[in-house]
């Protein structure tokens, strides 16, 4: 079976978030394969449990490194072989995909075969004083509705299948061999990921873990390695890590500006993706 897009992502420990995000991309593709690396925390029973009712596939990553671009570049492959998948889309556990003009497969799949990537501008939901508490409402893409006005720097990308792909790090771009032909965008990712002091504290422990385990160049996840020391420091420990959530990923007033240590801050914009 040809023409099919299938979706690949990477998770661990995302039980508070993965099924949504996972269960609306396999209503966006044709089908979403999806390589759990080892979750202790719940997330692979709730993707076994989708499999039963949904087009996903769970396949087991049991290396701890964070090699993601190969490890992504694998499962485009997979997705060739296993689906005849001509487009991919590289996607994280806490990101959720849409785009305004259609089903994503069926906007992937109308480009003419000379097109090889669909850039996807990615706006940063925040954490804000006036959410629901987490024990009224736990799934973050419900209780989550305030974002950033502008995207981050770096956007995401879908990527046509090519025996040459490459999926890049962070899953910010692809390349081909002579380079990538880039239809204009048409895809919006919602990007959901600091939820909580207690959420971020397991993602740097693991992304700290994972980044240790290889032997990339440090600038490669800095971050993660910084606060991995930061976690583990016992003048720093927990504390460092509730204010590192305070000062950048909450806000109080979400409808205020924000100066922080120098920076402008604009007020967020309200605009939660139910209906999406």
């Known amino acids: 079976m040809s023409d099919r897009t299938v979706a690949v992502t990477m998770v661990k420990d995302e039980v508070d978030i993965v099924a949504r995000t996972v269960g609306h991309m396999a209503s966006q593709v044709d089908w979403v394969i999806v390589a759990d690396n ?3 925390d719940g997330t692979r029973d709730v993707l076994e449990d989708m499999t039963r009712d949904l087009n996903v596939t769970v396949v087991d990553d049991l290396e701890v490194g964070y090699h993601q671009s190969a490890k992504m570049t694998e499962l485009a492959m997979r997705a060739r072989l296993n689906h005849g998948a001509e487009w991919i889309v590289p996607f994280d556990a806490d990101e959720w995909w849409y785009s305004p003009f259609g089903r994503i497969s069926e906007i992937l799949g109308s480009l003419a075969g000379q097109w090889l990537v669909m850039e996807a501008a990615l706006y940063d939901h925040v954490a804000t004083g006036l959410d629901k508490p987490i024990e009224d409402e ?10 950033r006005v502008e995207p981050a720097p770096l956007p995401k990308v879908a990527c046509r299948w090519r025996e040459d792909l490459v999926i890049e790090m962070g899953n910010h771009g692809a390349r081909y061999v002579g380079g990538p032909s880039k239809f204009e965008s048409q895809l919006v990712i919602r990007h959901f990921p600091y939820r909580s002091v207690e959420q971020l504290i397991r993602k740097i422990r693991n992304g700290a873990a994972a980044y240790a385990a290889t032997e990339l160049d440090p600038t490669y996840g800095a971050h993660w390695r910084q606060w991995g020391e930061a976690l583990d420091d016992p003048n720093r420990g927990i504390p ?4 590192l959530f305070r000062v950048w990923y909450y806000r109080e007033d979400p409808g205020a500006p924000l100066d922080v240590q120098g920076e402008r801050h604009p007020p967020l914009i309200f605009d939660p993706i139910i209906g999406l």
């Not at 736990?138 to 989550?144: A, I, K, Q, S, T």
């Not at 460092?240 to 204010?243: K, L, T």
């Open 38 to 40: 080892m979750s202790t």
């Open 138 to 147: 736990p799934d973050p893409v419900e209780r989550l509705g305030w974002r």
């Open 240 to 243: 460092w890590i509730e204010e």
